[in-house]
């Protein structure tokens, strides 16, 4: 029987082979692993799953979550109409501006055409409501036409009015910045249609 001896150098070689065989293997997926799926057992660990459409109702027992942010109504923004409180003056107030107009000394002096609205107004929750409106022809009070001279007065002054103060009232407003007044006329036409009551200008505040 013949004993033979493997020379130490080839061994060396062909363990270096292999090796060089196995990392080219492993390198270039030749050889794939099937995926190990973790079963959870005896373990501390847990993962999340997302499900699409996990919150659709299903109609068990158990009440979907709502997937949206709930909603804050008490604090959401809302708009209110306000309703004011006073709409148009008073009986007694109508009856006050009448006498004050038809008394007033510029009212005769009047061109025979010529119109001035004088309208009140109120200030409530920050707005302005306008109330009633009186068209001033000469020597008296029309129903109808168109004005070519506005004056706004708050309606707080004709508590004071009298038969006779009419223009010092609203000079007085004025002063205060509680008048308004404005014409569409230019300041010619103006002064040649109106120029009977120039001198009555500062009952207009203009």
């Excluded at 000079?171 to 010619?188: E, F, R, V, Y």
Aim: proline share 5%; aromatic share 10%.
């Amino acid at each position: 029987m013949v004993i033979t001896k493997r020379h130490p150098i080839l061994v060396i070689f062909l363990l270096v082979l292999s090796i060089f065989l196995l990392v080219l293997i492993l390198k270039n997926n030749i050889v794939s692993f099937p995926d190990l799926e973790y079963s959870g057992v005896n373990s501390g660990k847990t993962s999340q799953v997302y499900e699409p459409n996990s919150n659709i109702e299903t109609g068990s027992d158990s009440q979907p979550s709502n997937s949206n942010p709930p909603s804050n109504t008490s604090n959401s923004p809302t708009t209110q109409l306000y309703i004011p409180k006073k709409t148009s003056l008073t009986v007694e107030e109508v009856s006050k501006v009448r006498n004050a107009i038809l008394s007033s000394e510029f009212i005769g002096a009047l061109p025979d055409n010529g119109i001035i609205s004088l309208q009140f107004f109120n200030f409530e929750n920050g707005q302005r409501i306008w109330l009633n409106k009186f068209l001033i022809g000469k020597n008296q009070i029309l129903t109808s036409g168109t004005p070519e001279i506005f004056i706004t007065l708050h309606y707080k002054y004709i508590e004071g009015l009298t038969a006779t103060n009419l223009c010092e009232t609203i000079q007085t407003a004025n002063t205060n910045g509680d008048l308004g007044a404005w014409s569409d006329l230019s300041d010619t036409r103006l002064a040649l249609k109106y120029s009977s009551v120039i001198k009555y200008r500062s009952c207009f505040g203009i």
